[in-house]
C-alpha cells in the first residue's frame, strides 16, 4: 500500500432539528459573538428564523451576513471579513449552500490574519489561525463541510482556489430538516454534484487512498438508492438524511482523492454562463466519463458493483451500465442535460475549452489526460 494521509473535519453531528438548538452548543463553548454567513434566500425562506431565536434565548450575540451569491467573488468576501470585524466576531457560522459554506471558511481564515485574500490562492498558502467555525449545509451535494477548499470568483470568468487544513471547520452539523423545502430542481442536481464527487474520487489518478475508496463507495450507495425518493417525495425525511450523509461521505472522499475533468471542465460553465456549480457538474459528467472509459473501465465497473449490487458480465459490461444510467438520470429528474439547454453555443466552445485548460489543478486528476483538442471535443459532445 501506498503511504497517504488523510484530513477531515474534527467533529460531524447528524441529528435532525439539531440546527434549530446551534445557541445552545455555542454558548457551552463560550464564544460571545457570531457572526452566520448565509445568503438571502435562506433569509427570504425563513430557515434562520428558529436559529436566531435560540440566540436569543441564549443571550448570544449575532449577527448575519446575508450577501452571498452563487459563484462568490473576491468583493463579497472582502465585505464579509469587515462585516466580522465591526461586530466582533468569535466564532463563523457558515449556513447555507457551498457558495455560504466557502465564503465563511475564508472569512474565518482571513479576519485575524496578515494574509489578503490574494496572498492564500493554491495549495497550503495559508498561514496561521482561524477563527472557530461550524458549517451547516442547507443542501446535500457540495460536501463543502467537510473539504479543505474555498473557491473564489476573481475577474469575470475565472475561478481560483484556496485549499488548506485551516479551511477544515471544527463542526459539520448535518440537520436534514433545512433540506426538506428545496425544490426538486435543486435537489437534483445538487445530488448528482455529490455523485460527480464520489465517481471523481474514486477514479482519481493522484492521491487515490483506501479510506476515500471506501467513502466514495458508500457516497454513492447512498445518493444512488435515494436521489429519485428525494426529488419526487420531498418531505420524505429518511431520503433527505441520506442524501445529505451521502453528500458528506463524498465530500470525504474527494478532499483527500481529489476530482479531475468533470469539474475541469464544468468550471468554466459557471463561471462564463452562470450555470449553477451542481448543474454543470451534471451537464458535463457523461462526455468526461465515455471520454475516461478506455482508463478507467475497471473502476468503473466496480462503482457499476455498488449501483447494481446483482449485476453481472464483465467489466466493460458493468462499466457502461453505470455510464447508462448516469445519462438518464438528468432527464429522469427533470433538469437539462445538454449545455444548449443553459445557452451554450458551439460558438462558445473555443473559450470554454481555453478556460478548462487552465484548471491544471483538477486536470492532473483525471483518469485520461485532457488536451485543448479533447476538451473542445468534450464540450461539443455535452452540446
Do not use: W
Amino acid at each position: 500500500m501506498k503511504a497517504f494521509e488523510f484530513h477531515t473535519t474534527k467533529s460531524i453531528i447528524v441529528e435532525r432539528g439539531a440546527a434549530a438548538r446551534l445557541a445552545e452548543r455555542i454558548r457551552d463553548m463560550n464564544y460571545q459573538s457570531v457572526l452566520i454567513i448565509s445568503d438571502q434566500g435562506i433569509m427570504n425562506a425563513g430557515l434562520l428564523t428558529a436559529i436566531l431565536t435560540n440566540f436569543a434565548e441564549q443571550n448570544i450575540t449575532v449577527s448575519v451576513f446575508p450577501e452571498v451569491v452563487a459563484d462568490p467573488s473576491d468583493s463579497v468576501i472582502e465585505r464579509g471579513i469587515f462585516a466580522a470585524k465591526i461586530c466582533k466576531a468569535d466564532c463563523i457560522i457558515g449556513f447555507g449552500g457551498g457558495s455560504s459554506m466557502d465564503v465563511a471558511k475564508l472569512i474565518a481564515l482571513l479576519v485575524n490574519s496578515e494574509q489578503t485574500l490574494a496572498d492564500v490562492y493554491g495549495v497550503n498558502v495559508a498561514k496561521g489561525q482561524r477563527l472557530p467555525l461550524i458549517l451547516v449545509p442547507t443542501t446535500a451535494g457540495t460536501g463543502s463541510e467537510v473539504t479543505a477548499i474555498a473557491i473564489v470568483t476573481t475577474g469575470e470568468n475565472e475561478k481560483k482556489g484556496v485549499v488548506s487544513p485551516l479551511l477544515l471547520p471544527d463542526i459539520a452539523l448535518l440537520d436534514a430538516e433545512l433540506t426538506l423545502g428545496l425544490p426538486s430542481n435543486v435537489t437534483a442536481a445538487t445530488g448528482i454534484d455529490a455523485m460527480v464527487h464520489a465517481i471523481e474520487a474514486f477514479t482519481s489518478k493522484r492521491l487515490k487512498n483506501p479510506i476515500s475508496d471506501s467513502l466514495a463507495k458508500d457516497a454513492l450507495c447512498l445518493l444512488s438508492a435515494n436521489i429519485h425518493t428525494a426529488c419526487q417525495h420531498g418531505e420524505n425525511i429518511q431520503a433527505r438524511e441520506n442524501m445529505l450523509l451521502g453528500s458528506c461521505l463524498a465530500g470525504m472522499a474527494f478532499a483527500n482523492s481529489p476530482v479531475g475533468g468533470v469539474h475541469a471542465l464544468a468550471y468554466p460553465v459557471g463561471a462564463r454562463f452562470h450555470v449553477p456549480h451542481g448543474l454543470s457538474n451534471s451537464l458535463m459528467l457523461n462526455a468526461v466519463l465515455r471520454f475516461n472509459l478506455r482508463d478507467a473501465e475497471h473502476l468503473y465497473a466496480e462503482l457499476a458493483d455498488v449501483v447494481f449490487p446483482a449485476a453481472a458480465g464483465t467489466p466493460q459490461t458493468r462499466a457502461l451500465s453505470l455510464l447508462n444510467y448516469l445519462n438518464d438520470l438528468a432527464s429522469e429528474l427533470g433538469i437539462p442535460k445538454s449545455l444548449r439547454e443553459v445557452g451554450i453555443t458551439e460558438a462558445d466552445i473555443p473559450l470554454l475549452a481555453e478556460d478548462a485548460m487552465k484548471q491544471t489543478r483538477l486536470l492532473v486528476n483525471n483518469p485520461r489526460e485532457i488536451h485543448l483538442a479533447d476538451a473542445t471535443a468534450l464540450y461539443k459532445d455535452a452540446l
